[in-house]
């Protein structure tokens, strides 16, 4: 058998099958020259690649869902503390609004240098500094006494996570090709449900629990133990979590050869912007920006309004909130995890997206209207969770899909950053419409409204760029 080549643009790798071989430890990116690689008999099984990206997912994506759930968990926690700290301290709707918008201007201003450095130091460090500072800023907050110190404490926290998010779905990219990714993605991102599921009942059995000793509220006391696992989670990515597949000792040469060689060929089939400014010029960026604002501003809206829905049917007791406002999110687990699969399955993204979205508007604009019957209304939230959380794991195909090197680093980033400004807007929209109509349903229809403007902003994507 004669040696076999494929070529990427101006470059070419040239394989020598039949060989098995140590020296071909692999590439990582094309340089305009050929490579020659030596390759084991077997590297073209399909069934080979199934066993090898399995054993890096039950590596990697575990840990990184634990790490992504303490974090949004850390990050939404307020919703539950406000039903207590927003009387006890005398915040008004405006105020808390205004507290959980303003940790995503933090988060914005430090995002895309947070998502250069990682790509600079390594995630390994970089990550694992993340997870400590905003343990250590959450746990803060049991001490909060004043409107100022409130500001101040949830734009540090921000400060402190901006680059996590971001920086997993980079991180997620060196070891993943196009066509396992939305579903890698979509079983990541159920972290956010799960985290839900079982810290909302946590939060609320915190709160009523703990509440007086040592002389602090249970809110203080549910900042302070939820700030834990965070710090301790950081310790251990720092001693568990390798940089990319050149450092993984858990891969033999044969797996690291066939991994790379997979990732070269998808980085291939890129023709799109390597640079930061040429990723921020590409309006397609600008166009992905615009649909997860709106993604984002359904998810806070749940997250920061949910328990005060639900309280507001009738429920008493922090505890049966808690229980109750993790049904939605279990719904959201399954359809995430069927969203990512048949998205991989059909090669399609774009409507994967959008009918969510759409579903997730539908479910919003429901809840507000059955807010006074309790099963209801948790229905109509369980749709919105659905189409909410499930849209967002598949919109991270699209820009992986054109954006390279640099480029990719700081537009992912970048979509992230302006995306999860809509942190900002949602709660104060939402609180600023409670106070000035005291009525929840106006900020839940605005939310809706937004939804469906980013379900229809996704098809305007090209469908010949997407469907891979």
């Known amino acids: 058998m004669g040696p076999s ?34 390759a084991p008999p077997t590297l073209s099984s399909s069934a080979d690649d199934d066993r090898v990206y399995a054993k890096v997912f039950w590596r990697l994506v575990p840990l990184l869902m634990l790490c992504y759930g303490v974090a949004y968990l850390d990050r939404v926690n307020l919703g539950f ?28 201003s430090f995002e895309v240098p947070s998502n250069l450095i990682l790509q600079r130091v390594g995630a390994r460090r970089w990550i694992a500094r993340i997870m400590v500072t905003w343990g250590l800023v959450s746990g803060l907050f049991a001490f909060t006494q004043s409107v100022k110190l409130f500001y101040l404490l949830r734009f540090l926290l921000g400060v402190a996570e901006a680059g996590f998010y971001p920086g997993i779905i980079l991180y997620l990219t060196y070891w993943f090709p196009s066509a396992r990714f939305a579903k890698v993605t979509a079983i990541f991102m159920t972290a956010i449900p799960l985290s839900a599921i079982f ?8 709160m009523d ?52 060689r997979n990732m070269a060929r998808n980085e291939s089939t890129k023709h799109g912007p390597n640079s930061t400014a040429s990723a921020f010029r590409d309006l397609r960026l600008w166009l992905l920006c615009l649909v997860y604002f709106a993604l984002m501003a359904g998810l806070y809206g749940l997250a920061f309004w949910m328990p005060t829905l639900i309280a507001a049917t009738g429920i008493k007791g922090n505890f049966h909130v808690g229980w109750l406002s993790a049904i939605p999110y279990l719904v959201a687990v399954l359809a995430m995890v069927a969203l990512g699969r048949s998205a991989d399955a059909r090669r399609e993204r ?18 507000a209207l059955m807010a006074q019957n309790t099963a209801i209304a948790i229905g109509f939230l369980a749709v919105a969770a659905a189409g909410v959380l499930g849209a ?60 469906a403007v980013g379900g229809l902003a996704v098809l305007r994507l090209p469908a010949k760029l997407v469907n891979r």
Request: proline share 4%; with cysteine.
């Open 199 to 206: 810290g909302n009942p946590l939060s609320g059995w915190i």
């Open 350 to 367: 774009r409507w994967h997206v959008a009918l969510p979205a759409f579903v997730g508007a539908v479910g919003l604009a429901g809840a």
């Open 392 to 451: 967002a794991p598949n919109l991270w195909s699209l820009p992986t899909a054109f954006l390279q090197s640099t480029g990719a680093a700081a537009g992912i980033a970048g979509i992230n950053a302006i995306g999860n400004l809509a942190g900002f807007a949602s709660p104060v929209i939402v609180g600023y419409l409670k106070d000035a109509t005291h009525d929840n349903r106006s900020g839940m229809f605005v939310l809706a409204a937004i939804l």
């Open 81 to 108: 503390a406000k039903l207590q700290m927003a009387g006890e301290l005398g915040f008004s709707e405006s105020v808390y609004g205004f507290g959980a918008g303003i940790f995503f201007l933090g988060y914005f």
């Open 209 to 260: 629990h703990a509440h007086g000793r040592a002389g602090l509220h249970g809110w203080q006391w549910m900042f302070l133990l939820e700030a834990v696992p965070s710090v301790v989670a950081g310790v251990v990515v720092w001693f568990f979590l390798d940089d990319g597949i050149r450092d993984a000792h858990w891969l033999t040469p044969e797996e690291k050869l066939r991994l790379e």
């Open 5 to 38: 080549s494929a070529r990427a643009g101006s470059s070419c790798e040239i394989y020598l099958p039949g060989v098995s071989g140590l020296a071909s430890a692999g590439f990582a990116r094309f340089s305009g020259e050929p490579r020659f690689v030596l």
